[in-house]
């Protein structure tokens, strides 16, 4: 689910009482990723169709981040989403720290 900002707290008053924008964030999952040989990876995903993709108050979401969730079989409240996260070698500093590959969508909450 979709969070908002604490309006009470500073980062919530300097959101909408002083630059006018909207407080929340999308609903996503965070990942802190640790293999021997290999950089960690810190990040999170997001689930396509949230209405506050495109307009992320902190403008963390990126659409290689997004992912489609679809229902689980069983008991009716569970659901699935698959990523591919890409992790680089130790000595190598060159790639990107944050996933480059998983699937892409529009992000507009439609």
Known sequence: MPYQIP???PVGNLLENILGRH???PAHLHF???ADGYQPLTTQLY??????LASDTVGAVKDSLVID???ADGDGASYRGEYVFRLAPAE???MPRSPSSGPSH???GA
């Open 7 to 9: 309006r009470e707290g």
């Open 23 to 25: 407080s929340w964030r």
């Open 32 to 34: 802190k990723i640790d």
């Open 47 to 52: 689930f396509a169709g949230n209405p506050y």
């Open 69 to 71: 969730l679809t229902k």
């Open 92 to 94: 190598d500093r060159t």
């Open 106 to 108: 529009p992000r507009s």
